[in-house]
């Protein structure tokens, strides 16, 4: 991962604290949902960047999916939720991101999975899977990457009336911020990061 990764990880990590301390204990006050909307694009564009550069994409896969596995019971606990966690959404958005650069008849699985996302129950569901997809085309059709995923904000917001997720589109330039300051983030660090702060803030509510 290069510094530009890190830097991405480490401040969609911190959005994604500061929108799930709001979730869980203070849940009238939008202004935390408001930041956290910006949180799961650079997560999205960190899997796209995965994908474009990892040697493994197996195992790069199973990696995450068994952080999703090892997660799913706490995330049920924390927001008492019956989807699945967005790490899910993250493996399938990968997934389907994967099969479209391997060209050939692959493309036309992707593209059916894509369509499938829509049933399936994981957060972020069709959308998440959407906003990885178009990532993966950040480097190299960054104009056609941005006006899809306005349109698909459009879109969400028009069949969920959720659109305040649509602020989301404002953390399309940071996804590919040249950073000036380096920080070391170790290998598996956001597999750890994901369940430990649930389990901690999990903590925190039960004993308060």
């Given at each position: 991962?290069?510094?530009?990764?890190?830097?991405?990880?480490?401040?969609?990590?911190?959005?994604?604290?500061?929108?799930?301390?709001g979730?869980?204990?203070f849940?009238?006050?939008?202004v935390f949902?408001?930041?956290?909307?910006?949180?799961?694009?650079?997560?999205?564009?960190?899997?796209?960047?995965?994908?474009?550069?990892t040697?493994?994409?197996?195992?790069?896969?199973?990696?995450?999916?068994?952080?999703?596995i090892?997660?799913?019971?706490?995330?049920?606990?924390?927001?008492?939720?019956?989807?699945?966690?967005?790490?899910?959404?993250?493996?399938l958005?990968?997934v389907?991101?994967?099969?479209?650069?391997?060209?050939?008849?692959?493309?036309?699985?992707?593209?059916?999975?894509?369509?499938?996302?829509?049933?399936?129950?994981?957060?972020?569901?069709?959308?998440?899977?959407?906003?990885?997809?178009?990532?993966?085309?950040?480097?190299?059709?960054?104009?056609?990457?941005?006006y899809?995923?306005?349109?698909?904000?459009?879109?969400?917001?028009?069949?969920?009336?959720?659109w305040?997720?649509?602020?989301?589109?404002?953390?399309?330039?940071?996804?590919?911020?040249?950073?000036?300051?380096?920080?070391?983030?170790?290998?598996?660090?956001?597999?750890?990061?994901?369940?430990?702060?649930?389990?901690?803030?999990i903590?925190?509510?039960?004993?308060?």
């Amino acid at each position: 991962m290069d510094r530009r990764n890190h830097v991405t990880s480490a401040l969609a990590a911190v959005l994604m604290l500061i929108d799930h301390i709001g979730a869980l204990f203070f849940p009238e006050q939008i202004v935390f949902r408001l930041i956290g909307r910006l949180s799961f694009p650079l997560f999205a564009y960190g899997i796209a960047q995965g994908v474009a550069h990892t040697s493994n994409f197996q195992r790069y896969l199973f990696r995450i999916l068994l952080a999703a596995i090892i997660s799913q019971p706490i995330y049920r606990l924390a927001f008492e939720n019956d989807n699945l966690n967005p790490l899910f959404t993250l493996a399938l958005g990968g997934v389907v991101l994967w099969l479209w650069r391997r060209d050939g008849k692959e493309r036309f699985l992707a593209g059916g999975l894509l369509i499938l996302s829509y049933w399936v129950k994981c957060s972020y569901s069709w959308y998440g899977v959407a906003t990885i997809f178009l990532y993966g085309f950040y480097e190299s059709a960054r104009a056609v990457s941005f006006y899809w995923q306005g349109i698909l904000q459009v879109v969400y917001g028009y069949f969920t009336g959720t659109w305040l997720q649509g602020l989301s589109i404002l953390s399309f330039p940071l996804a590919g911020v040249e950073w000036k300051r380096n920080i070391y983030l170790p290998k598996y660090f956001f597999y750890v990061f994901y369940p430990l702060h649930l389990i901690i803030l999990i903590g925190i509510r039960e004993f308060n």
